[in-house]
């Protein structure tokens, strides 16, 4: 970044490209050209900043105003304001809610003040589909380094001595699995990227793909260097078009900087990388359907040992890592194992990169210390619950995972506290539940996920988790009984213990934790018959009280099936023959004249 | 369903992306995704084309087929709509809207129209659950829908045809 005097950074990750982020770039770039600022002022989309919630998210640079919720027409104020008159537009800031003063700079909004960005460091900050950005921050300073200056021995020491643990759910040693790699003697070895990310509602490993995918190349170079591989393999979505896109861009680039390829740096290490697309299987995350998926076959796991460190890819020592763990490794390279073990708690250091989203304030991509607890994570990073609701649950881990309660609101995050408190890790989605959500469906939401992603091998995992999903929707449509909550638990355990894989033995987790956390709203579904959250569609039923309602008619405009009737202020009815329960009249009307029973 | 009769275009087309994949089983997964890619979908007809040419059986081929969710038997309507269901849209009411598109569409998940205009999905997670609840229809993303504004989306391409979001 030598030549332009201003940059001005728009992000281009999922969600502002979603709300016109590209049109706000070709609509400074039309402005810059006008007025002749072309050649002083460069626009560059960068990857996502992680404050999604407020975006479209534009950067200047050098001054480090962050702009929130632009829109293309802001595009004009911004040329003419900031970069010619030199004032920031104020409309633009992100206001604190608390006191409702303007912030300037990214670093001084609540939501990035207790982050630290190891594996997220570059995102936002550069133009991902340009490698001399990249380097301009160290990029390949780590693998320059491993090459050149230390042994194979030596680096794997460095990843053990810093405590990486795997980010991509199971938090084995990751310095130990390169070890046990390396020590396996064959001619052919391959280092595969765990890029299949099925969690659904989290985006972690997307966006560092999209936003610095050359980090996760360096480091992939790095871990064949140390094993003896001279292929890796990136297995990703097919459904993430963008972050294909900036790999390709990026391993070209880097091939064409002599990276990739034959004697890299002078050094006689070659090393390749070559993609292979998921095609939609979330159990194809697992290590080992992973490596079937990639053979070409249908991606169902199979049984360990033999670890694909023995006995992988073609029948090779294949050493699997996650996108956020390779993500980690040029960072440790180059500060050192002792600069990164210093952060985290005793078992669990450096830092985790949490999807946040749900019912909280400000959803967004999150890097936090391992340590950090969830009330700092949903309060003073997530801003709190959404629309001044109650906080009922946090639900970290995906479909694996499991539900807390407030009880847990303490708990320093890392992998052992979470197992500890009924949950897990995970790869890092962490969802919010308020008041208004209903456990009993949220159990059968993630039961219905493991249900159609089952491979369908193992019995208890194929027809144990559709008798759980059987059992939840007779509960949510009250006709539960309490043998139906005895015979959630009893057939739990048995899906646990019996199933293959982490699949189907980490299934039974949702219905678990919420049975654990949540057991009197079971016992309202199938003793009582209701819905303490108002969420069970059968069970509830939305009545307008004729003292409250004014007859305003906003319900009557709204309903989308015409189950509303009545004059103007004359108190309305609700058809019960005809209302589908959308509740849509409940949220409009402003006089709280709609019940819920 | 009955019988396709593939154009010899198509089989050409088909044979071309074994050949470019040098007619190898291992290369199926990648096979299936350049086919479907070309001609949107992937029915029976052109699996038989696909293991003919790969020497392998027609139950393979299916097996891979049915077992990824990213490949489809049934073609796409002209306007593909996708209902985000992941954790962040569900509890942000994806459900509704869901149910909403089906009412006004008269189809279920997984079926197009008659007219063969629309097509109803659900997919996981399009990452930006920072507009939960999301609908994408073709590229477009439409972001914080409330089941009242599922009409209002709708007529924007029952009427007039929108090039945004045509996709192969
Ligand atoms: C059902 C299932 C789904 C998984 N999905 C993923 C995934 O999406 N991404 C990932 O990196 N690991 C996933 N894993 C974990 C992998 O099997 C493997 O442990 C991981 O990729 C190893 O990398 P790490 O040590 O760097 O975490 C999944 C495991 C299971 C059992
Ligand atoms: S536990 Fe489930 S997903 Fe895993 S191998 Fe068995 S059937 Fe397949
Ligand atoms: S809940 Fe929905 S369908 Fe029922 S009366 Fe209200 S707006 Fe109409
Ligand atoms: S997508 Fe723009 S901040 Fe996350
Ligand atoms: S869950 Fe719908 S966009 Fe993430």
């Not at chain 1, 380094?145 to 021995?153: A, D, G, Q, S, Y």
């Not at chain 1, 159990?443 to 194929?462: D, Q, V, W």
Request: charged share 25%; with cysteine; glycine share 10%.
């Amino acid at each position: 970044m030598t030549d332009y005097r201003m940059h001005l950074l728009i992000c281009g990750g999922t969600g502002c490209k979603a709300s016109e982020s590209s049109e706000i770039k070709n609509q400074l770039d039309q402005y810059l050209s006008e007025y002749d600022l072309d050649q002083e002022v460069q626009v560059l989309l960068t990857g996502c900043f992680g404050f999604c919630e407020k975006g479209p998210i534009v950067k200047v640079l050098p001054d480090n105003t962050f702009y929130t919720e632009v829109k293309p027409s802001d595009a004009k104020d911004i040329v003419m304001e900031h970069i010619i008159k030199g004032r920031p537009v104020k409309r633009l800031l992100y206001k604190n809610p608390k006191n409702d003063y303007e912030v300037t700079t990214a670093t001084n909004i609540d939501f990035y003040k207790k982050q630290i960005r190891i594996a997220l460091r570059n995102c936002g900050f550069i133009n991902p589909e340009n490698i001399d950005e990249y380097i301009g921050r160290d990029g390949y300073a780590a693998l320059g380094k491993c090459l050149t200056e230390m042994t194979p021995e030596e680096v794997i020491k460095e990843i053990k001595d810093s405590g990486l643990r795997g980010r991509g759910g199971g938090g084995f040693p990751t310095g130990l699995k390169w070890e046990i790699t390396r020590n396996v003697q064959n001619d052919q070895k391959y280092v595969v990227c765990n890029a299949d990310e099925g969690d659904p509602g989290a985006f972690m490993d997307r966006s560092i793909l999209e936003g610095d995918p050359h980090t996760v190349i360096e480091a992939m170079i790095i871990c064949g260097y140390c094993i003896g591989a001279d292929t890796g393999l990136v297995y990703i979505r097919a459904e993430y078009p963008l972050a294909i896109e900036r790999l390709k861009i990026a391993i070209g680039q880097a091939e064409e900087y002599g990276l990739l390829g034959n004697d890299i740096l002078g050094t006689g290490f070659s090393f390749k990388i070559e993609l292979r697309y998921g095609a939609g299987a979330f159990v194809c995350g697992e290590e080992t359907a992973l490596i079937h998926s990639m053979e070409g076959l249908r991606g169902e796991p199979t049984v360990k040992p033999p670890f694909p460190s023995v006995s992988g890819y073609n029948g090779k020592p294949t050493n699997v890592n996650n996108v956020e763990t390779f993500a980690n490794i040029p960072v440790i390279i180059n500060k050192g194992a002792n600069w990164f073990n210093k952060i985290g708690t005793e078992k669990s250091k450096g830092t985790k990169v949490f999807a946040l989203a749900g019912k909280i304030n400000n959803v967004g991509l999150i890097e936090v210390p391992m340590g950090t607890t969830l009330r700092e994570v949903i309060y003073d990073i997530g801003g709190g619950i959404k629309d001044g609701k109650q906080f009922k649950s946090v639900q970290t881990g995906g479909p694996s995972g499991g539900c807390l309660t407030k009880k847990f609101l303490d708990t320093p995050i890392d992998y052992d506290n979470l197992v500890e408190a009924g949950s897990m890790m995970g790869s890092g989605g962490m969802i919010v539940m308020d008041e208004d959500d209903c456990m009993v469906s949220i159990a059968r939401f993630y039961l219905e996920f493991t249900l159609e992603e089952s491979c369908g091998k193992c019995n208890p995992c194929r027809i144990g988790n559709k008798r759980l999903h059987e059992i939840l929707t007779r509960i949510t449509e009250g006709n539960g009984t309490p043998e139906d909550i005895d015979r959630l638990r009893v057939l739990s355990e048995v899906i646990k213990d019996t199933s293959l894989c982490g699949l189907g033995q980490s299934s039974p987790n949702p219905v678990l934790s919420t049975l654990n956390n949540f057991m009197d709203e079971y016992l309202a579904h199938v003793n009582e018959g209701k819905c303490p959250a108002g969420q069970c569609k059968a069970l509830v039923r939305y009545e307008i009280n004729p003292e409250l309602c004014t007859g305003c008619t906003l319900c009557f405009r709204n309903c989308p099936v015409g189950a509303i009737t009545g004059e103007r202020r004359v108190a309305h009815f609700i058809d019960q023959s005809l209302c589908i329960k959308c509740g849509v009249c409940f949220e409009k009307c402003k006089f709280n004249a709609i019940s819920l029973t | 369903m009955p019988k396709i009769k593939l154009s010899d275009n198509t089989i050409n087309i088909i044979k071309e992306v074994c050949a470019e994949f040098d007619n190898k089983e291992s290369e199926l997964i990648n096979v299936l995704h350049k086919v479907q890619g070309k001609l949107g979908y992937l029915p029976a007809e052109v699996q038989e084309v696909i293991a003919r040419e790969l020497k392998t059986s027609v139950a393979k081929v299916y097996g891979v087929v049915t077992f990824y969710s990213f490949f489809t038997m049934i073609p796409k309507g002209e306007f593909p709509i996708s209902i985000c269901m992941g954790t962040a849209c569900y509890v942000r009411g994806a459900e509704q809207v869901l149910s909403e598109f089906k009412r006004q569409l008269k189809v279920e998940v997984g079926e197009s129209t008659s007219d063969g205009k629309f097509s109803l999905n659900c997919l996981r997670c399009v990452g930006a659950c920072g507009l939960a609840p999301v609908v994408t229809v073709g590229e477009k993303v439409y972001g914080r829908v409330a089941p009242t504004q599922v009409k209002d989306i709708i007529a924007e391409y029952r009427n007039n045809v929108c090039d945004v979001a045509r996709t192969a």
